[in-house]
């Protein structure tokens, strides 16, 4: 009997229940089914990356949970109690009610409701993943002696469910539109409610041209490429710290995945990485995701609002959380929230709700529910054909671009974000306005977009086909066999050979100056020299594309160091506000620096002191620092060439350099001073010195302090900086928490794909690991390390460290 199937043993018990008095029946033989369990593999090799190895989807899920909570536990589990609205319950309301808004901003926004919309979307496979995640998550909890610090012993660390995981997946959509705007969310109000719903007006503290992240991606074809294959550079600029921190992994399911890269916190797919034949990054792009309204109100009743001329009522709902006040003392505060037909309510920051105006806004994400299913297809894809389709099926990329290249070749740039589809006529009049409103030209600068909410004719196009987003097949795209690539700009320029003709507008700036990454990017990509970054052969082979990854050239000296060098030889010193500055020393400095902005460089941090007095428009055009403007038609050369000397007075660039100097005395440090010695990350009480710079000195190589996370657990926090100098602390430090994170270079060839990486910060978060900081190390030392995708390389590794867990499963 115990040769028979399942399905076999299930029909015999069925007939001999339902015939009970046939003689003969087996009962004696009926096998009870084994009992369900999650049973998976996890190799961890150097470094302390998982290759997770299973029969079944909800198995490989639990062995990412497992591994993810062994990494990161105490990351997630901070997320979960955000997402859930138990901030407060857990540490009170926070300061100025931080804790409480986000409790209400949470049930507002429908984050867990609209989670369960993402679950009911999810595949039979994806949601045994996700159902397997929580479990190897649990497990661990169950399992675990101690937890790690910062979470040792909380009491908030608790087990997780497929309803927090789809929520918290729900919740990375609204990153490009509800969580900038968060907290004017969470405390709207009518003017006459304002006083019992605990809602306040809120300074001005959004920002939608800057959401604190950023990213170089590339995608070499097979003109370009020494292999004749397709390569990939995948460079995310992403914070250190928080819910944004990735994870990687190797995950594989005979017959059904096997897909290597890294996942966001707590995503339960890979979002940047490759497979046998096809291999993909993100960058972020400036693409609007949703469109802020301006709604005339009902001369009586300030919930109600013109549409159409005719009087609408806002839908309210009233929420209640449990607040900490004391140890052991909870409180209940309610609030009553309110929506307009396109969206939610938000009030403060110029965008107060008064008696005659209020503000809603219409979100492309809001009822975005494929976005964990298309990362999942993407995740399986056999080949480009089937990558694309599946942006084309799911639609549910959020606020990003898709670089993309195969085992063929070919070269794939794809803004699939969901961008809202505007009608012609309302992109006229919101260009006018844009010229004659004041508050329409204001808000624009903090990248909103916003039309007139009393009329239809400014409703997104296609609202009841497909929710009012441009489709894919009309969003900005490029295929090319020599390359596409993308550093935040907009889509206009993927390929300076061929700029797109037209982009529908939400989508960005079309013929603007680029950013100086932007121009080193493609620099690199299509300079043609012996010395160029692909060599006198023009093709990238693996090695080059790893070199210029790291390079550390900066546009900005590339483009300007000779022309100062030459305005300062020959200066001794320079006034600047009363002080006699030696520049003599600062001039040889920079005469001998090599343009990069590596470890040993004498000259860099000077160069950025100067640099950082220029502000962000004298860095695209012709103005202060440049004397030829930008040329749509050159966009890579142009701006250039350094503005010239006034015929009388102080040279302004020998004040710049002298003011440089003394930012650098006030600081500790000389002109010569190294990146070695000061710019650093902090990896318990180890400093670890990191080599890159920021966005104003054109270094792809991304390496900056932010403040921009949306953690509660302890953040790396820098001391007092010093004005004007891209934050120079007054100890002479340049604090690292942002930037290069992920950062893969990989190659098609005929044996399959071959890549190397960091994950900068290294793979795990708990300070007692060995793997808490060696990758730190190796990207400081520029030593990348290779990644093991065939079964043979894994078995190799002389550090492989194998887990085996089999553990039972609830019973469908």
């Not at 950025?608 to 890579?636: C, H, K, M, N, Y």
Request: net charge negative.
């Amino acid at each position: 009997m115990s040769s028979r199937t399942a399905r076999d043993r299930c029909a015999l018990l069925l007939l001999c229940l339902a015939l009970p008095c046939l003689a003969g029946c087996p009962l004696d033989e009926l096998e009870p089914p084994p009992e369900p369990s999650y049973e998976v593999t996890i190799r961890r090799t150097a470094f302390g990356i998982p290759h997770i190895l299973a029969d079944d989807m909800a198995s490989a899920g639990f062995g990412m949970g497992y591994a993810g909570a062994q990494d990161f536990v105490c990351i997630l589990a901070d997320q979960i109690i955000r997402v859930r609205s138990e901030r407060s319950y857990h540490f009170g309301p926070g300061e100025n009610d931080e804790h409480l808004n986000s409790d209400f901003g949470m049930l507002a926004l429908g984050v867990v409701s609209r989670g369960r919309d993402v679950l009911a979307a999810l595949s039979e496979d994806l949601h045994a993943v996700l159902e397997g995640y929580a479990a190897g998550y649990n497990h661990y909890l169950e399992t675990t002696t101690a937890l790690p610090s910062p979470c040792a012993g909380a009491s908030w660390v608790k087990p997780i469910s497929v309803d927090d995981l789809a929520a918290y997946a729900f919740l990375l959509n609204l990153r490009s539109s509800a969580l900038p705007f968060f907290e004017y969310v969470a405390t709207a109000a009518p003017p006459n409610a304002q006083a019992t719903s605990g809602s306040s007006s809120v300074g001005p503290n959004f920002n939608f041209r800057d959401l604190g992240m950023g990213s170089n991606g590339w995608a070499i074809g097979k003109s370009r490429s020494a292999t004749g294959r397709g390569m990939l550079l995948a460079n995310p600029h992403f914070p250190w710290e928080g819910e944004l921190r990735m994870h990687e992994s190797h995950i594989t399911v005979p017959g059904k995945l096997n897909v290597y890269g890294a996942s966001l916190t707590g995503v339960p797919v890979i979002t940047i990485g490759f497979n046998e034949h096809v291999a993909w990054t993100h960058t972020v792009t400036p693409a609007k995701h949703f469109t802020l309204y301006r709604l005339q109100l009902s001369a009586t009743d300030p919930s109600k609002y013109i549409y159409d001329g005719e009087t609408r009522s806002m839908e309210s709902e009233t929420y209640s959380v449990e607040v900490k006040i004391g140890e052991g003392q909870y409180d209940s505060r309610t609030r009553t929230f309110y929506r307009s037909h396109y969206g939610p309510m938000v009030s403060g920051g110029g965008l107060e709700w008064t008696d005659s105006q209020a503000f809603s806004y219409r979100d492309a994400n809001e009822n975005n529910f494929g976005i964990a299913q298309q990362w999942y297809a993407m995740n399986r894809a056999g080949s480009m054909d089937e990558f694309i389709d599946a942006h084309r099926t799911h639609h549910g990329i959020p606020w990003v671009f898709t670089i993309a290249t195969d085992k063929e070749g070919q070269a794939v740039m794809l803004d699939g974000s969901r961008t809202p589809k505007l009608s012609d006529q309302t992109v006229a009049e919101y260009k006018q306005a844009l010229d004659t409103n004041s508050l329409v030209a204001g808000i624009a600068g903090f990248g909103v977009v916003m039309l007139e909410g009393n009329t239809s004719t400014t409703e997104w196009i296609g609202l009841t086909d497909n929710g009012g987003i441009v489709p894919i097949d009309e969003a900005p795209q490029l295929y090319r066999d020599d390359y596409v690539a993308n550093a935040n700009d907009s889509a206009w320029i993927a390929n300076p050979s061929a700029p797109l003709a037209s982009m529908p507008y939400l989508y960005g700036k079309f013929e603007q100056p680029l950013s100086p990454r932007t121009r080193m990017n493609f620099t690199a990509l299509s300079e043609s020299s012996t010395g160029g970054a692909s060599g006198a052969d023009h093709k990238f082979d693996h090695q080059e594309l790893m070199d210029v990854a790291l390079s550390n050239r900066g546009k900005m000296a590339e483009l300007l160091l000779d022309a100062v060098v030459i305005r300062c030889t020959g200066h001794k010193t320079v006034d600047v506000d009363g002080e006699l500055i030696d520049i003599e020393t600062a001039c040889a400095v920079l005469k001998s620096w090599d343009t990069r902005l590596d470890l040993d460089s004498e000259g860099a941090l000077l160069w950025r002191l100067v640099l950082a007095q220029f502000s962000s428009v004298d860095l695209a055009d012709a103005g202060a620092l440049f004397e030829t403007g930008f040329d749509a038609a050159d966009p890579i050369n142009t701006p250039h060439t350094l503005s010239s000397a006034p015929a009388t007075g102080v040279d302004p660039i020998l004040r710049k350099l002298g003011r440089a100097v003394q930012n650098l005395g006030k600081a500790g440090l000389s002109a010569g001073a190294k990146l070695r010695d000061t710019q650093f990350a902090l990896k318990g009480e180890e400093k670890i010195p990191l080599h890159g710079g920021n966005g104003a000195e054109g270094v792809t190589n991304i390496i900056v302090y932010s403040d921009s996370n949306g953690t509660l657990l302890p953040k790396t926090t820098r001391g007092e900086t010093i004005g004007g100098t891209s934050g120079l602390t007054t100890d002479g430090n340049y604090l690292v928490n942002y930037g290069t994170s992920f950062i893969m270079a990989l190659a098609y060839t005929d044996e399959g794909p071959q890549a190397k990486a960091f994950l900068t910060y290294s793979e795990s978060t708990d300070p007692d690991s060995p793997h808490f900081s060696d990758q730190t190390k190796a990207f400081s030392d520029k030593a990348w390390r290779a990644i093991r995708f065939t079964e043979q390389d894994i078995a190799a590794d002389p550090q492989l460290v194998t887990t085996e867990l089999r553990v039972a499963r609830p019973r469908p």
